[in-house]
C-alpha cells in the first residue's frame, strides 16, 4: 500500500455536529442542485431538513414504481410479441416478425429502432443477437408506437387479441400506454413525484396487466412496494386541488362531476373545489372515482347506460347531460364527485372570496392545492397563500 494511501483513513460520515451527510439540508442541497430541491422545499414549507426527508423518499417511490413497472413493461412487451409471432406466422417463416414490413408508411422508423437495438447488442456481445436480446432490448415506446392510429389496421387484425380484457378500441388502450410511457419517463429522469398522482399511475398499471392477463395484476398486487412506501410520506401532502370553473360549476351542479381535458396532469387528492366568479364555491366535493381519456360520444351513452354497473350509469348520465349543455364529443378526464349531503362532502359556512382585482389577478387560471381544514378555516383566498 501506498503512504498516501495509508495516511488517508476512513471517509467521514457525519459532520461535526454529528449530523450524518445524508440528512444534512446544505450537503444534500449541494448534491442535487438548488433547482431540483427547490420543490422539495416548497413542499416542506421551507423547512429544510423536512425537504431532505422528502426528498428521501421521493427516491424510495420512484424505486418502488420502477419496480412495479418491469411487470408491466415485460408483460406487455411479451404479449404484443406474441401476437405479432402468429400474426406475421413466424413459426413456419422462420423469420422474426420485426425482421419484415410490418407498419406501412412508418416502416422506416420501425427499422431503425430494431437495427438500433441490434447494434448495440453487437457492440456488447461482439457476437451475433438472439431474437430474445433484440425483443428485450426494445424501450417501452417502441410498443407504444405500434398502437398509434397510423396502425389501426394491424390492431384490428393482431394487436387487439395481446389486450383481451380491454375495451377493444385501440384509443382507450394506447392512451393509458402513452400515459404510462410518460411517466416512466419522469422516473427515468428522476424527476420529482410530488406533484403526480401516484396512486393513479399505478392504478393504470393494474389497469394494463388485468387488460392483458388478470393473473399478471394479481401477481403484481402481491409484490409491489408502492402503497407501504407512500404510506410512509414524511410530510403530509395537501389534499384539496381548487381548479378554475367558470363551465364547470355549472355542470357540478347538474351532474356532481368535474370534467377536464383528458391527461391533465393533477397531483393526488382527496377533495376538489371550485373557483368561479371571484370566490371558491361552498361545495367541497370529494373525489369518489377519476377516470381519463373517456370517449364522450351518443354511443357511450347508449352502452353505459345499459349497463348493471351503477358507476357505469352514472358516468352515462354525466355524459349525456354534459352533451345537452355543450360539451362537444371527444375524449374527457372525469372526476366522479359527492354532492351537498353525501357523506364526506364538505358545505364551508360561505364562498371564500378572492378581493385582488385587474388583469391576471385571478386566483387560479387552471389548479392549486390548500388542504381542506385551510379552507374551512379561511375567510379570504388570502388565507391560502
Known sequence: MLEAEADLGPVPTTLASGMPFSHDPDVVESLVSTGRFRAYLSAAGDDRERAVALYRWNVAVSAACFEAFHYVEVVVRNSMDR?????????????????????????????DSIERV????????????TRDQIVAGTDFGFWTALLHSENEELWRSALHKAF???????????????????????????????????????????QVLRWVDPRAEQWLLAVERISEVLARRPLAPRDTVIVAARNAWPLYLEVGAYVCQAGRSF???????????????????????????????????????????????????????SRELGWTDGRYQVFVLTRPGDTGHLTLPGPVPHHPTGRGSAFTQGQRYTWRAALRRATSTGDLS
Not at 441490434?118 to 443477437?129: A, T, Y
Not at 371550485?274 to 352502452?303: G, Q
Not at 348493471?308 to 354525466?318: V, Y
Open 267 to 321: 397531483q393526488s387528492v382527496e377533495y376538489l373545489a371550485f373557483y368561479a366568479d371571484r370566490e371558491i364555491k361552498a361545495e367541497v366535493a370529494e373525489v369518489r372515482h377519476r377516470l381519463d381519456n373517456v370517449e364522450w360520444s351518443e354511443t357511450e351513452v347508449n352502452r353505459l347506460g345499459s349497463s348493471d354497473a351503477d358507476a357505469d350509469r352514472r358516468l352515462a348520465e354525466i355524459m349525456s347531460r
Open 83 to 111: 401476437e405479432m409471432q402468429i400474426h406475421r406466422q413466424e413459426e413456419q417463416s422462420r423469420i422474426p416478425w420485426f425482421l419484415v414490413p410490418v407498419v406501412g408508411k412508418h416502416q422506416s422508423s420501425f427499422d
Open 164 to 206: 383481451p380484457g380491454s375495451s377493444g378500441k385501440r384509443k382507450d388502450v394506447v392512451a393509458v400506454l402513452e400515459a404510462l410511457r410518460v411517466f416512466r419517463n419522469r422516473l427515468a429522469h428522476h424527476d420529482s413525484l410530488l406533484a403526480v398522482d401516484v396512486p393513479f399511475r399505478f392504478n393504470q398499471m393494474l
Open 118 to 129: 441490434r447494434r448495440r447488442l453487437r457492440d456488447q456481445h461482439h457476437s451475433r443477437e
